[in-house]
C-alpha cells in the first residue's frame, strides 16, 4: 500500500486539454462555413467592381471610382455567425462541452477568420494604392475615409465590422433555436422599426446636418470604436440567451 501511495504521489498530474481550442478545431472542420465561402464572396465582389470599373472607364470617365461592393463580404459573417451556431452546437453538447467553451471557441474562429479577411483587404488596398487603382483609378478596398489613418487602422476597423456582423448572425440564431422563427422574425422587424423611428426623428427635426457632421468628426476609427463596443454588447447578449438554450 505504501508503494502505491508513494507511486500515485510520484505520477505527474496530466492537465486536461485546452477544450475552447478543441471548439475552434471543430469549427474550422468545416472550411467553408469560415475560409472558402467568405473568400469566394471577397472575390466575386472584387470581380464584379473591377468589371464595373473597367465599363466605366471604357466611356471615358477618369475621376477616382469608390464603391460599397467591399461590404459584401464583411455582411455575409452575419450568415458564418448563423452557419456557426447551427451547425455544431449540438454537436458540440454531445462532445460534454460547456455552453462557455462553445462560446469561445466559437468567437475565436470568427477572429481568426476576420483577422484573414482583414488582412486580404489591406494587402488589397496596398495594391490599389500603388497601381492608382490597378490603372483605371478604380478602389474596391482602398477607401480614402476608412484609411485615413493608415493600414493597420483600416485592418482595425474591417476586423470590428466582420466581428460584429458575426456576433449579430450568431446571435440570431441562438434566438431563432431558443424562442422559434416567429419571435425571431418579430424582433428583426421590430429592430427595423426602431431604426426607421429614430430616421424619422432626426427628420421632422431636420437634424440630419448634424448627424452628418458627428459622422465626419467621429471619423472610420472612431465609428470602429462604437462599433467594438456594440460588438462587445451584443457578445454579452447573444452568451446569455446561449446559456438558457436547452438541448
Same mark, same amino acid.
Given at each position: 500500500?505504501?508503494?502505491?501511495? #508513494?507511486?500515485?504521489?510520484?505520477?505527474?498530474?496530466?492537465?486536461?486539454?485546452?477544450?475552447?481550442?478543441? /471548439?475552434?478545431?471543430? &469549427?474550422?472542420?468545416?472550411? &467553408?462555413?469560415?475560409?472558402?465561402?467568405?473568400?469566394? /464572396?471577397?472575390?466575386?465582389?472584387?470581380?464584379?467592381?473591377?468589371?464595373?470599373?473597367?465599363?466605366?472607364?471604357?466611356?471615358?470617365?477618369?475621376?477616382?471610382?469608390?464603391?460599397?461592393?467591399?461590404?459584401?463580404?464583411?455582411?455575409?459573417?452575419?450568415?458564418?455567425?448563423? &452557419?456557426? +451556431?447551427?451547425?455544431?452546437?449540438?454537436?458540440?453538447?454531445?462532445?460534454?462541452?460547456?455552453?462557455?467553451?462553445?462560446?469561445?471557441?466559437?468567437?475565436?474562429?470568427?477572429?481568426?477568420?476576420?483577422?484573414?479577411?482583414?488582412?486580404?483587404?489591406?494587402?488589397?488596398?496596398?495594391?490599389? &494604392?500603388?497601381?492608382?487603382?490597378?490603372?483605371?483609378?478604380?478602389?474596391?478596398?482602398?477607401?480614402?475615409?476608412?484609411?485615413?489613418?493608415?493600414?493597420?487602422?483600416?485592418?482595425?476597423?474591417?476586423?470590428?465590422?466582420? +466581428?460584429?456582423?458575426?456576433?449579430?448572425?450568431?446571435?440570431? $440564431?441562438?434566438?431563432?433555436?431558443?424562442?422559434?422563427?416567429?419571435?425571431?422574425?418579430?424582433?428583426?422587424?421590430?429592430?427595423?422599426?426602431?431604426?426607421?423611428?429614430?430616421?424619422?426623428?432626426?427628420?421632422?427635426?431636420?437634424?440630419?446636418? #448634424?448627424?452628418?457632421?458627428?459622422?465626419?468628426?467621429?471619423?472610420?476609427?472612431?465609428?470602429?470604436?462604437? $462599433?467594438?463596443?456594440?460588438?462587445?454588447?451584443?457578445?454579452?447578449?447573444?452568451?446569455?440567451?446561449?446559456?438558457?438554450?436547452?438541448?
Amino acid at each position: 500500500m505504501t508503494a502505491i501511495a #508513494e507511486h500515485t504521489e510520484s505520477a505527474p498530474v496530466t492537465r486536461p486539454k485546452n477544450r475552447t481550442f478543441g /471548439v475552434v478545431r471543430l &469549427q474550422f472542420t468545416n472550411t &467553408q462555413t469560415f475560409v472558402w465561402v467568405p473568400l469566394l /464572396v471577397l472575390v466575386g465582389m472584387w470581380l464584379i467592381t473591377l468589371i464595373v470599373y473597367w465599363i466605366i472607364a471604357s466611356s471615358g470617365v477618369d475621376s477616382p471610382m469608390y464603391s460599397g461592393g467591399s461590404q459584401g463580404p464583411l455582411w455575409y459573417f452575419a450568415v458564418v455567425g448563423a &452557419q456557426a +451556431m447551427n451547425l455544431t452546437f449540438y454537436f458540440s453538447q454531445a462532445m460534454s462541452l460547456t455552453r462557455r467553451e462553445f462560446y469561445l471557441g466559437s468567437l475565436l474562429a470568427a477572429a481568426i477568420s476576420a483577422v484573414g479577411i482583414s488582412t486580404a483587404f489591406v494587402l488589397l488596398g496596398l495594391i490599389e &494604392q500603388s497601381t492608382e487603382g490597378y490603372g483605371i483609378n478604380g478602389y474596391f478596398a482602398y477607401l480614402p475615409w476608412v484609411w485615413e489613418h493608415g493600414p493597420f487602422a483600416a485592418g482595425f476597423i474591417y476586423f470590428v465590422l466582420t +466581428m460584429l456582423w458575426f456576433v449579430l448572425g450568431f446571435w440570431f $440564431a441562438i434566438v431563432n433555436k431558443r424562442f422559434g422563427a416567429l419571435i425571431l422574425t418579430a424582433s428583426i422587424i421590430a429592430i427595423v422599426l426602431i431604426l426607421l423611428a429614430g430616421a424619422a426623428w432626426v427628420s421632422f427635426n431636420r437634424a440630419w446636418p #448634424e448627424v452628418w457632421m458627428w459622422f465626419a468628426d467621429a471619423q472610420a476609427i472612431g465609428l470602429a470604436l462604437w $462599433a467594438f463596443g456594440l460588438s462587445v454588447v451584443f457578445a454579452l447578449g447573444s452568451y446569455l440567451t446561449l446559456r438558457r438554450l436547452t438541448t
